[in-house]
């Protein structure tokens, strides 16, 4: 198996730009979660899904964060409209219920100017 | 709810020096633990896990962990590091059975110097 996978790796862009992150978690995984890394907070969980179906959001920090996971194979995490202090790494990881286990993608680094 | 305290933000060793990260952890129920390893650059991936049994995990590398239930501690250990050990250190629980999703400490940022 690939492993998760995540694009764009890196992202620059400009403030008030729409931003759109993608993931692809491992087959036959149940859960997709998506987490945001930074030196100040670490790694925050910001939202997750079980079956394609957002379970807790929580986590993301405004209106201008949202997620989808049309299908089992597919996620996507939105920021519109983007500001610096969105500036982070942005993991999505999968899991399979009952393991316990956390497969991590490769991130995305993401800066806004 | 579940929560995770690393104690130390960073380590700074030199190679061949014995390595001990301490993880406490707060939760009222049966627990799973893991300590997961972020290499420069790179992503997590699973160091090793704590379900049940022995409470000596032996991890990958040399690593291990003790699980203490009396202190809710988990603790990373290993005798001897490398230059190649340099990366950040995640300690995280789950419950069991429940609330399954993992709750993630701050992290340790190791450096080990050649």
């Known amino acids: 198996d690939a492993g998760v996978i995540q694009s764009p790796r890196h992202e620059v862009t400009e403030m008030g730009q729409e931003v759109t992150l993608r993931c692809k978690p491992i087959s036959g995984h149940d859960y997709l979660f998506w987490y945001r890394q930074t030196m100040m907070r670490g790694l925050e969980l910001l939202i997750y899904f079980n079956n394609n179906v957002p379970i807790d959001d929580s986590g993301m920090p405004e209106d201008r964060f949202s997620a989808k996971m049309p299908n089992a194979s597919f996620s996507t995490l939105k920021i519109q409209p983007s500001e610096p202090r969105d500036s982070a790494v942005y993991f999505c990881a999968s899991s399979l219920y009952g393991q316990g286990i956390m497969f991590f993608g490769p991130g995305t680094r993401l800066t806004v100017l | 709810a579940q929560s995770v305290s690393q104690h130390n933000h960073h380590v700074i060793l030199s190679e061949a020096a014995s390595l001990e990260l301490g993880c406490n952890y707060s939760y009222g129920g049966t627990v799973n633990l893991f300590w997961y390893v972020q290499y420069p650059g790179q992503h997590l991936q699973l160091l090793l896990k704590?379900?049940?049994?022995?409470?000596l995990v032996k991890g990958i590398k040399g690593f291990e962990a003790e699980f203490i239930k009396s202190k809710f501690s988990f603790n990373l250990r290993k005798p001897s590091v490398q230059w190649s050990d340099t990366a950040e250190y995640f300690c995280a629980v789950s419950g069991s059975g429940g609330s399954y999703i993992p709750t993630f400490g701050r992290g340790t940022s190791l450096i080990v110097h050649p």
């Open positions: 704590y379900f049940s049994g022995d409470p």
